[in-house]
């Protein structure tokens, strides 16, 4: 990378991190979205009604992510997965998942960084995102690693159903909960099963933290909870009536998240220790 995209780079983020935090005091300042209208007016899943599921095809591109794979299986990028581009994947997440703006053109414009093309013009195929090592890393919750199991686009079942039942926390109305310490203890188990498993195994601190990041959404969108957990990870389908459970007016921003983030993170490193 030249020096100038590097200090356009530096600046990009600055600005990125600046507007993220004036978002944050902006959530503080306003009043939540009342439940039920989370989903902003003419986009798909407003007034808790979801486009149809359709499981993927053959010949159909899907990535290493659970919830952009439901996108595609609901018609709300396209079903094939093909020929996306980056400006609409930052739309997408923002309206169908709440998360904010800046969070919604960060990972995007860090994704086509990643694969050489321009965030205002590139396009690309949903298992394009799997690169080994960019975001897509080992000891995922429901992939096996990319060196055992080169499809990255479908979940393991197996894995899947070890991760919904470290849930110990309940709702108020008793269904199962993830918590903080669940997701923790999860990640930790993956870390130790896929080093003894995968003779490639790599990790670094920076994809750790982005595994933490990754797996943090499902305490923060998805609140914990394993009903709607479930449908996602095994088939990555929108359960019946689902809305993002983050009601800040401006969307989940980065500030907001990494308090979520960084005790997950910490409470694996605990654990490893211990043992
Ligand atoms: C904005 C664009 C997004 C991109 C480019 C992206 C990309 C990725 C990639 C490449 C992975 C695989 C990482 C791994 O190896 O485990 C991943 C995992 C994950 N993503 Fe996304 N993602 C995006 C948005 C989201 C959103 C909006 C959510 C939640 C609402 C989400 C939730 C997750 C979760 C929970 C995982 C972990 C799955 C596992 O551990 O197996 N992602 N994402
Ligand atoms: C919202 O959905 C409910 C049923 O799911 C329906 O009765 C109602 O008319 C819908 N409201 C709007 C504004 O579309
Ligand atoms: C991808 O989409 C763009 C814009 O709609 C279109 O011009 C282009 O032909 C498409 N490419 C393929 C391979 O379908
Ligand atoms: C992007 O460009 C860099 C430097 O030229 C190269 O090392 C890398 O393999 C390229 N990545 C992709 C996904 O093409
Ligand atoms: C969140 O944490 C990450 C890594 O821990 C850091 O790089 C990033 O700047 C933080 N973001 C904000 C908005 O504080
Ligand atoms: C939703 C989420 O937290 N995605 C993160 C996944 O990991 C990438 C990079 O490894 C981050 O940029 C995303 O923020
Ligand atoms: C993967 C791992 O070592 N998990 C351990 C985390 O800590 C709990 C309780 O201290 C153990 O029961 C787990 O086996």
Redesign the pocket.
Known sequence: MGILNKIAGFFINAFIFAWDFGLFILNILTPSLKPGHVVPAHAAGHNLTWPEYVAPKEGDSR??????NALANHGILPRDGKNISFKE?NTK?RQT?N?APSF?FF??KF?ADFLNRSYWTGRFDLAE??LHNA???DA????QDAALVPD?GKPDPGLVEDLLKEATGKTSDGSPLLTIPDLSRALSKRRIDARRTNKAYTESLFHNIF?SS??S??LT?FGGRITDLTPMLMEERFAENWEPRVLSRFGLTMAKFNGTVLPVEFGVKKNASKN
């Open positions: 990535s290493a992510c659970p919830m952009l994947l997440v998942f998360f919604c990972v995007p994704s995102l799997s975001i897509e890393h995922s919750l429901t992939r990255q595994g990754n797996s959404t499902m969108i």
